[in-house]
């Protein structure tokens, strides 16, 4: 029996050892379906663990993938940087103006992201450039790629007369298909073979491999930069103008489930955890800077569970087109009012709030217990626990009649594999061992 409890000692050691894998946050909303979820410790008493300037403003979202931030710069370079102490790894100056709005996708050692109107796809290693897409346009790319089985998806609007979605080759930047559209600032989500964007005037589904569409809804005055999180069969994104509007769709056929009237513009792209939707308000297009607000909404029925007002900022605001990130029953995003809060999931209590030297439209990514995020300023920032912290979760609410979304770590699925490569090793074991007594 002793191979046995050898056998099992190593079954156990990996059973303890799991948990502990480090988690990434890959790409925009961290992941292609657009959940706004991490795993990890929560930032409970945050402390600035470094802070890196870029030179010019950071609108683009960090991604952390294997203990490296990649983050653009509105001064046109895009940045590597170590994850623990802000030591620049790389970088690339991509010489367009207005810079690097875009967010970074982070793919099988691959980093996608747009700069002025061109496309890059960089070697995350070195920063050596696998190659690059031109749009043929002027306007800046804001939407934010989204990488599924081998295709980059992501919107540009191409000149002031109109855009286009986007579907390329991931391995070498060749146009499988695009969609023309008025404007794309919003980033896709791709989930089960569709893509789901907003681009001016309508909210799309496109079939992923031919961009063929599936279906559209047109609203009062067309999306905006929000982008569709996906879960549990229901879109779930923002619109703007006159509209100001959260809307939910379902997923295969566009019906509407339910809508939403916020304060003011939902530039703000949702995070959906355990049944409740999470987004942002405040109007920078026709809408005031002073309506900003953060919702927790019923995901089934879209009622209201909660709302938070950020602190007004006389000179900017405080609207929230920031998107949030959920993490253990802590809810982490940006404002106008040069804040980030971490609010109680379960009931929008402020936790704390840190303020920056500028509006902060850039989304937070929070990995491995610290929170990732650009300023208006010019610096990237890591926030973390103090290290006299212990920081435990705080349970996430879970709606009444809402589906649930466990927030479950993403490491979470091997526990029953585990549990019946146990239990098979050691009935074989004891086989063994019985035949060999017999």
Known sequence: MSKCLVLLFVVLLCLVAVPFVKADWTMFRADPFHSGIGTGDPVLTPTLLWKYN???AVYSSPAVVNGVVYVGSENGNFYALN????????????????????SPAVVNGVVYVGGGSIIYAFDASSG???????????????????VADGIVYIGSSDTLQGGYIYALNASSGVQIWNYNVKAAASSPAVVNGVVYMGAYPCI?????VTGTVLWNYTTSIGPSDSSPAVVNGVVYVG??????????????SGVILWNFIAS?????????????????????????????????LNATNGDKLWNYTPAMNSSYGNAVSSSPAVVNGVVYVGSYNWNVY???????????????????ESSPAVVNGVVYVGSDDGYVYALGNSPASSPSPIPTPTASSSPTVPEFPSWTFLVPL????????????HKKHKHAVV
């Open 239 to 252: 619109s703007w103008g006159f509209d100001e509007t959260v809307y939910a769709f379902d997923a295969n």
């Open 128 to 146: 050596a450039v696998l190659w690059n897409y031109t749009n043929g346009g002027t306007q800046p790319i804001l939407s934010s790629p989204a």
């Open 264 to 296: 003011g513009d939902v530039d703000s792209s949702p995070a959906v955890a355990n049944g409740v939707v999470f987004v942002g308000s405040g109007g920078h297009i026709l809408g005031s800077t002073n309506d900003g607000n953060v919702y927790a």
């Open 204 to 208: 799309y589904a496109f079939n992923a």
């Open 54 to 56: 870029t030179g010019g």
């Open 83 to 102: 994850a623990t102490n802000s030591g620049q790894i790389w970088s690339y100056n991509t010489g367009n103006s207005p810079g690097v709005w875009s």
């Open 342 to 360: 971490a609010l109680n999931a379960s009931n929008g209590t402020q936790l704390w709030n840190y303020t920056t030297g500028g509006d902060i």
């Open 418 to 429: 585990i549990i019946i490569t146990m239990a098979v090793s050691l009935l074989v074991c």
